[in-house]
């Protein structure tokens, strides 16, 4: 019995899985006719009727889960015994595997095992278990409702007694599933580009500075590069490589430029400190010949004004001179001295007079 057992189970798993079901549940009112074998010492055929339940199934291989029972309509006779009778109730479960031929018709194969019960247990018929298979076909009629007809093989499990089982049934369906809901629709909402309005790419919001010229080479906050940082963009920038703090035109080349040379007092010598600033702008000149400059020299207040007019004279050529040394034409540099005349801080503090005591250079073209 074993082996038509799972014969059966692989046959059916191998079918084709029907739709998902609509359906939770389905109650089955059944009859049946049964043919036992001679040796039950049975009728040949008595009917039964009972009933089923499914329980539809939508994750596993089978497509049901039948629960139910069968009982003889009336106590049977026994054949070869007078006046001694038995009913008999069977009550199985089966898995069922369907197949969806159309809308209307549906082939099923079942398997699965049970109880049956003698009311009296006579020429061995015993209670006990029984597995059995079969088939059917379900045929759908008005509102899901349908008619099953199949044929069950019934096995008792101590003798292998067989009983052929024809039944009929009016399948109900019941606790219909609620279609799923359909997935929300989520609308994809482009971000509009960020503005550019200069079209210098870099964003509006992070432009420092907006309304930039066609083509300009920018930095990252949008604004025109000034390599020298001399307060005029590399694209107008007519002078590049200007020097620290010097002051340039509009089109950035160099008009006034601070040598920071500070004299000791009375002194009209170059300390070594400035070196480099003088050497720096020598480069700058030699680099634009066109160039031109006029050394102004001052002084503080402390002396005479003749004498201070006299020393800052001295102090004009002193840098007139380290500038020629530098390969600077001489041709292209003026000196001029201002004495105490122009102070750019007080003469009443020695920090003062020490800013007075200065070189500067006003270029010219």
């Not at 009982?71 to 199985?92: H, K, L, M, P, W």
């Not at 209307?104 to 061995?124: H, M, Q």
């Amino acid at each position: 019995m074993k082996k038509i057992i799972l014969s059966t189970i692989a046959c059916a798993s191998m079918m084709l899985s029907a739709n998902a079901a609509e359906y939770k549940y389905e109650i089955t009112p059944m009859y049946s006719t049964a043919f036992a074998e001679h040796n039950t010492d049975l009728p040949k055929s008595y009917g039964n009727a009972g009933l089923a339940i499914g329980f539809n199934q939508t994750d596993s291989i089978f497509d049901q889960v039948e629960l139910g029972f069968l009982r003889s309509i009336e106590d049977v006779n026994y054949q070869n015994v007078a006046n001694r009778d038995t009913g008999v109730t069977r009550v199985f479960t089966n898995l069922i595997k369907e197949y969806d031929l159309n809308s209307t018709y549906t082939l099923y194969a079942l398997v699965g095992a049970g109880v049956e019960y003698f009311n009296d247990e006579f020429a061995g018929n015993e209670s006990g278990l029984f597995g059995n298979y079969g088939a059917g076909v379900k045929i759908k009629f008005y509102e899901d409702m349908a008619v099953k007809v199949d044929l069950r093989h019934a096995i008792e499990t101590d003798h292998g007694d067989n009983t052929l089982l024809y039944n009929v049934g009016l399948s109900i369906p019941f606790g219909k599933v609620a279609a799923p809901k359909p997935a929300p629709v989520v609308e994809k909402v482009i971000e509009p580009a960020p503005l550019d309005s200069d079209n210098d790419g870099v964003i509006d919001a992070n432009d420092k500075c907006p309304n930039t010229v066609a083509n300009a080479v920018v930095n990252a906050q949008g604004c025109e590069l000034d390599d020298d940082k001399d307060g005029v963009v590399n694209r107008l920038d007519q002078c590049p490589s200007t020097m620290a703090d010097a002051k340039v035109d509009t089109v950035g080349c160099m008009t006034l430029v601070d040598l920071k040379i500070n004299f000791a007092n009375d002194s009209a010598k170059i300390n070594d400190q400035y070196t480099s600033k003088i050497v720096e702008f020598a480069n700058v000149m030699k680099n634009n010949t066109k160039l031109k400059a006029t050394i102004e020299a001052h002084t503080d207040s402390v002396g005479s004004k003749a004498y201070n007019q006299n020393l800052s004279q001295r102090r004009a050529a002193s840098t007139i001179k380290a500038l020629t040394e530098l390969n600077v034409e001489a041709s292209r540099l003026k000196a001029i001295g201002y004495g105490e005349a122009k102070p750019v801080a007080t003469n009443k503090t020695a920090e003062g007079r020490a800013e007075n005591r200065r070189v500067t250079a006003v270029i010219s073209k």
